[in-house]
């Protein structure tokens, strides 16, 4: 009995040890959002915005196997309040779409800010540089901001594992290379 009280300390330690290696590999790729500007129009918010989109291996062997990949670039305005919980005014989900095209040998970049809808690439790295760029993408407001008052944008991006083939969904689940998103960050609302 002694000694099985002595060998759980080694697995313990092992465990412990795995979960640090894990978690710095998993803070060191993913997705991140280096800068947002978010102003209002008319009945609109344009958004200008750079990412860092870097993928895991898995996830670009599996783009350039045909796979196509969708990413929701997620918005949610809310109204600064004093003494209480902001105000979720509005939520907004764009999604881009980054595919190849093997008999083109072309990447192809999809997003509703694009002047075509899309743009087509020689080379994986020039789309996904291209897929983190975006400029006056325009979110339509439910109704007219109340005049005074102070708003802030919430943006994040992720890879939407629920629109990858359904015999690819089970190993995404369960792979931490495929759990790819940023955290969410606060932009102001430029009037």
Same mark, same amino acid.
């Given at each position: 009995?002694?000694?099985?009280?002595?060998?759980?300390?080694?697995?313990?330690?092992?465990?412990?040890?795995?979960?640090?290696?894990?978690?710095?590999?998993?803070?060191?790729?993913?997705?991140?959002?280096?800068?947002?500007?978010?102003?209002?129009?008319?009945?609109?918010?344009?958004?200008?915005?750079n990412l860092t989109l870097n993928l895991t291996e898995d996830v670009r062997k599996a783009l350039s196997k045909s796979i196509p990949l969708q990413l929701n670039m997620e918005f949610v305005l809310n109204r600064v309040r004093n003494y209480y919980y902001d105000k979720e005014v509005a939520v907004w989900t764009v999604p881009i779409v980054i595919s190849y095209r093997p008999v083109s040998d072309e990447y192809v970049v999809s997003r509703p800010d694009l002047l075509n809808q899309q743009e087509t690439f020689d080379n994986q790295n020039a *789309?996904?540089? $291209?897929?983190?760029?975006?400029?006056?993408? %325009?979110?339509? @407001?439910?109704?007219?901001?109340?005049?005074?008052?102070?708003?802030?944008?919430?943006?994040?991006?992720?890879?939407?594992?629920?629109?990858?083939? *359904?015999?690819? $969904?089970?190993?995404?689940?369960?792979?931490? %290379?495929?759990? @790819?998103?940023?955290?969410?960050?606060?932009?102001p609302l430029n009037r």
């Open positions: 009995m002694l000694a099985c009280k002595k060998t759980k300390y080694p697995y313990l330690l092992s465990f412990f040890l795995l979960i640090i290696v894990w978690s710095g590999t998993a803070s060191s790729r993913g997705f991140s959002i280096d800068q947002i500007e978010a102003r209002l129009d008319e009945q609109s918010i344009q958004v200008d915005g *789309a996904l540089e $291209r897929l983190g760029v975006f400029n006056n993408l %325009s979110l339509p @407001l439910p109704e007219p901001l109340i005049e005074g008052k102070r708003y802030i944008l919430e943006a994040r991006v992720k890879l939407d594992l629920g629109q990858l083939p *359904a015999m690819m $969904r089970p190993l995404a689940y369960f792979s931490s %290379s495929w759990h @790819l998103n940023s955290k969410w960050t606060d932009w």
